[in-house]
């Protein structure tokens, strides 16, 4: 069966300090991927999604980027943090036609000080 | 971007009832599915509608979709307090592949 893992599980972090949240999926292969951010008590936003290795599509302009270095691997990262960045960040993944359901990590709760 | 807008906000109610809670959205979409979020954790898949279904059912839950309307509806039935989560609506337009939109969520409290 297919498996997400995303860590760390929290994150505390100082501004100006650098990211990498790392998610890996297990039991599949060619997974869409994704990054959403939650706000508190708000529905997802979506920051990244790749359907391959090296193919990243951003949905907002931000402090943050992803990779994909791997078929299975997918990576949050930011050079320098801002106190806007913090949040309940998730990963998810999708078969590979288009018309599937997501399926999440247990996510990453980042605070900035 | 264009989120799908959920109604209410938050709702309580006691073991054994029926909760309903309902998602709007504004443009042609693929398909549309819920899911449920326990405090703190991620998101877990309910149901999947595409845009040619009507209703769909998964043990207490059921789940239409009104195209005309632009809205769909989710109810479940004989509710536990293991139910308590909030409740996400998230569609995908026919713009825009494998990318989905999400609502703000209900959140549902069920008390015994």
């Known amino acids: 069966s297919q498996t997400i893992h995303q860590w760390p599980a929290t994150l505390v972090q100082p501004v100006g300090s650098p990211l990498s949240l790392e998610c890996t999926v297990e039991g599949t292969s060619n997974p869409n991927l994704y990054w959403y951010r939650q706000a508190a008590g708000r529905g997802l936003q979506l920051l990244f999604y790749s359907v391959g290795i090296g193919q990243i599509s951003s949905e907002v302009p931000q402090n943050l980027s992803a990779s994909r270095p791997q078929d299975r691997q997918f990576i949050l990262s930011s050079k320098k943090l801002l106190l806007s960045d913090s949040g309940f960040y998730l990963c998810?993944?999708?078969?590979?036609?288009?018309?599937?359901?997501?399926?999440f990590g247990d996510g990453t709760r980042l605070s900035i000080l | 971007s264009q989120q799908g807008e959920e109604d209410p906000q938050a709702l309580s109610i006691q073991e054994g009832e029926n909760a309903t809670m309902n998602c709007s959205y504004k443009t042609s979409i693929n398909n549309l599915q819920w899911y449920r979020q326990n405090s703190g954790r991620g998101l877990v898949h309910l149901i999947l509608i595409r845009s040619n279904e009507r209703e769909k059912h998964s043990g207490r839950l059921r789940v239409t979709l009104d195209t005309s309307k632009k809205s769909s509806s989710l109810l479940i039935t004989a509710s536990r307090a293991a139910d308590t989560a909030s409740y996400f609506c998230?569609?995908?337009?026919?713009?825009?592949?494998?990318?989905?939109?999400f609502g703000a969520g209900t959140q549902v409290v069920v008390t015994p």
């Open positions: 998810a993944w999708s078969g590979g036609r288009g018309n599937q359901p997501q399926h």
């Open positions: 998230a569609y995908m337009t026919t713009d825009s592949w494998g990318k989905l939109q």
